[in-house]
């Protein structure tokens, strides 16, 4: 295996890693909104 492959899965890892995170920050943000309007 090239190192250019495994640098390249890595980044996509992370990339997916970080947008999971922000999803679920952004969820339970909209959730809290959601609970203080009704």
């Known amino acids: 295996m ?3 492959i495994g640098v390249f ?8 890693y ?3 995170l ?3 920050e952004l969820t339970e943000y ?3 909104m959601l609970g203080t309007m009704i």
Not at 9 to 16: E, N
């Open 22 to 24: 922000a999803g679920i």
């Open 9 to 16: 899965f890595g980044g996509i890892g992370i990339f997916l």
């Open 30 to 32: 909209l959730l809290a």
């Open 18 to 20: 970080l947008t999971i």
């Open 2 to 4: 090239r190192w250019e």
